[in-house]
């Protein structure tokens, strides 16, 4: 079964899906600055686009392009910087 979201006034969608070793969504963000908070280890991993991470406990902003993952541990939350329609991959571990 398929779990649809929406966050941020429609601006994140999301569909939530069973990969075969992990949960995990696909989705796409449109241009703008948004806050997430995680409940479980995150893996994401940029599809297409490009999104600029600010992570827990760190000062400086990171830039991830396609291709690329970073992670982000549970009860964490993490601000994200989008400049270009972007899709993504989330794993949940």
Known sequence: ML???QYFDGKVASIGLQ?????????VMVPGEYTFGTEKREYMTVVSG???VKLPGE???K???????FI???NQSFDL?????????????
């Open 3 to 5: 779990n649809v979201n």
């Open 19 to 27: 990969t075969k070793d992990l949960p995990a969504t696909v989705g």
């Open 50 to 52: 490009a999104l600029t």
């Open 59 to 61: 000062e400086d902003w």
């Open 63 to 69: 830039e991830f392009s396609e291709g690329e993952t």
């Open 72 to 74: 982000v541990e549970a």
């Open 81 to 93: 910087k989008v400049a270009i329609d972007t899709a993504y991959l989330c794993k949940y571990e």
